[in-house]
């Protein structure tokens, strides 16, 4: 007789600051979507003084394909998603008090919410 197995599933709320967005933004940037994007093209003026903090103020990032002629479009919509995805497929990161530790978030954490987000699931790595 085999054992039974039961499936729960919980949600978390995870609230981020504006400073969580960029410094998460900042190690895909430097380090974490480098492998898969040669390029991240702000669109219009900057919202800040980096790239990197064009998302949690609103904005939008172009991002190149390495290898080709490809882009995407990053923006807080879809980044919020993809930190929502993040979290569902099973991330490694912290939760408490409903807020993360973005000193937990590493390049390869960066690089798979940038990916959830534009491609709604791990394309790359």
Known sequence: MSEKKYTVRSEIEVNLSQQDID?????AL????CYWCRKAEVVGEYL???A???ISRGGAL???DAESAQ???LTLEKFLNGVKLYFEQGCHVQVEDNA??????DANDADCIV???VFGEVVFG
Do not use: K, N, P, R
Request: with cysteine; net charge negative.
């Open 71 to 73: 882009t995407w479009e």
């Open 100 to 105: 993360i530790d973005t000193c937990d978030i």
């Open 115 to 117: 990916q959830f987000a």
């Open 62 to 64: 172009i991002l190149h």
């Open 48 to 50: 800040g003084e980096c």
């Open 52 to 54: 990197s903090d064009q």
């Open 23 to 27: 410094d998460i933004m900042v190690a």
């Open 30 to 33: 430097e380090g974490g979507i």
